[in-house]
């Protein structure tokens, strides 16, 4: 008896789901990732369009190989790094008996309210010279380390304390626990989090144009503002893409199918913290101390020395404030509606699992995974050849946005749905109140708080946006990403200080919520 109300409630959902008020939830699910899709359609079009000899002759030069190269190093080089790092410190922050632990934990969280190109500005104007791979290297661990410190330290909050007594009990020593009972259980959490600076290394732009290292992002930067949308720009950016996509399948071959997920409660109490000998804690601390240091001291420090330099005279609010407004426009409008076009997928992910969801999901992964220039080339291409009016418009703008960062909102709204019973969704309907009344006024109330969460992650990666919005935004558009790099453009890092600020005051408070939330959800 206990197992058959599951079934009921299910076939009953279902039920619901094949009536008249599934179809526009269908449609619109279908429509938002047919636009998704527009830029893989983009990458195969302009492959089609120039030919198998053209594409040989484009993709086999030097240039490419050299760009290949620099791009394979800086993957191979910087995700090992920032898996060690972020292993290193979550274990020391969730494992150990670290004085400060809780404070180390925040700090580590920090840099994500940071830019990447504001530390690569950082550097570049406390050390001039500073360019090429090493430079590339050393930005992008202290920039992106955070992607995997925070799945990593809620794993291991999550973590059954009984498995690792257990391997004590059977005369385990410390060491030989971590690497024998808890890396394993770690494996998903590296995984996700190297896919996701990987997908940041190969997306980056400013970040890399400012050290002066050539990879394909920039280098289709550069082709396109002295071709303006040329086969070489486009044939790069179709390199770019199957890189993303070979990044996606090898993270997904290196998952498996192993089980990770314990039977029963588990233990409801605090692991054992390991304690630290004098030696180990001194190289505990210089370590936390070291990475506060390089991710968030270099670039306050750096700032708080340009914004004394150059006095009142930066505070052009004649300037800042216009962009400050169009950050904020584009930001609040872009969540919204980002977080609306997740609403009808999230929705069928929950209420009706298949085939038709898992497929029309997919789409929308796939394309957030692709860098943003290339998301910005595809519709370059398409708004000149098919919608000409809307080039270089706002709607442009915010179609990219959509286009690159609906999974931030449809994960998060996905958990928010799951936690409203469909029970309530279904009386509502059976009152006479129309499926969407009934998603609005009952479901989407009750997932609110997932919802602005995802609204949240969606305005923080907009506030932060540089490449599609360079590509995209009408004449005139400046935000606080666009205003600060034309700032550095012309070597005035003074001016450029202020917009710098205003971008970290705004992340800042997200960053706080994410890592609240991550707390939260971890039991703690």
């Known amino acids: 008896m206990a197992q058959a109300l599951p079934v009921r409630s299910r076939r009953h959902s279902r039920g619901r789901f094949k009536g008249r008020g599934g179809a526009w939830v269908i449609g619109l699910s279908v429509l938002v990732s047919l636009l998704a899709l527009l830029p893989i359609a983009f990458v195969i079009g302009v492959s089609w369009d ?25 993957v191979l080089i910087t995700l090992p790094l920032c898996v060690t790092l972020g292993i290193a410190l979550a274990w020391l922050t969730e494992r150990s008996d670290l004085p400060g632990r809780r404070l180390w934990s925040l700090l580590a969280v920090a840099p994500l309210a940071v830019p990447a190109f504001v530390h690569s500005y950082a550097w570049v104007s406390l050390v001039p010279s500073i360019h090429g791979l090493p430079a590339g290297v050393l930005v992008s661990v202290i920039a992106y380390f955070p992607f995997l410190y925070l799945p990593l330290a809620a794993t291991l909050r999550r ?43 190969l ?31 486009n044939m790069l950016a179709a390199v770019l893409a199957l890189c993303c996509l070979v990044l996606l399948g090898s993270e997904s071959a ?7 997920a314990r039977v029963g409660s588990g233990s409801a109490r605090e692991p054992c913290l390991v304690q630290l000998s004098g030696r180990s804690r001194a190289l505990g601390l210089a370590l936390q101390a070291l990475t506060c240091l390089l991710a968030l001291g270099v670039p306050l420090i750096t700032l708080g020395k340009w914004l004394i330099a150059g006095g009142r005279e930066v505070w052009q609010l004649a300037e800042l404030l216009p962009a400050l407004e169009q950050t904020l426009l584009l930001g609040v409008v872009g ?70 960062f609906l ?12 936690q409203a019973p469909v029970e309530l969704e279904n009386m509502a309907q059976s009152l006479g109140r129309s499926p969407a009344r009934a998603l609005w006024l009952i479901t989407l109330r009750l997932a609110a708080p997932g919802a602005a969460a995802g609204a949240a992650l969606v305005f923080l990666a907009i506030t932060n946006e540089l490449t599609a919005t360079l590509l995209l935004a009408p004449n005139g558009t400046r935000t606080l990403a666009t205003g600060f790099w034309a700032m550095t453009s ?35």
């Open 335 to 404: 969540a919204l509606l980002t977080t609306c076009a997740a609403v009808p997928i999230a929705w069928l992910s929950i209420r009706a699992p298949g085939r038709l969801q898992r497929l029309l999901e997919s789409c929308n992964y796939i394309t957030s995974s692709l860098p943003g220039i290339v998301v910005a080339l595809a519709l370059v291409t398409v708004t000149i050849h098919f919608a000409r009016p809307l080039y270089q418009t706002t709607f442009s703008v915010l179609l990219a946005y959509l286009l690159m």
């Open 203 to 233: 997306a980056e732009y400013g970040l890399y144009a400012m050290i002066r290292f050539d990879t394909f992002t920039t280098a289709i930067f550069d082709q396109f503002k002295s071709t303006f949308n040329g086969p070489a720009a």
């Open 407 to 418: 999974p931030r909102a449809l994960v998060s709204l996905r958990a928010g749905i799951a």
């Open 159 to 201: 973590l059954d304390p009984a498995i690792e007594d257990v391997a004590q009990s059977l005369g385990l020593k410390p060491w030989a626990v971590f690497f024998r009972v808890l890396l394993p259980q770690l494996r998903l959490a590296i995984g996700g989090g190297a896919l996701l600076v990987g997908l940041h290394l």
């Open 254 to 260: 290196a998952r498996g199918a192993a089980r990770y």
């Open 490 to 524: 012309e070597i005035d890092y003074a001016a450029a200080a202020p917009y710098a600020l205003l971008m970290i005051l705004l992340s800042l408070p997200l960053t706080g919520v994410l890592y609240h939330h991550s707390k939260r959800t971890a039991g703690r």
């Open 50 to 74: 120039i030919g198998w000899g053209q594409i040989v002759a484009l993709v086999w030069r030097p240039r490419v190989a050299e760009l290949l190269l620099n791009t394979l190093l800086l």
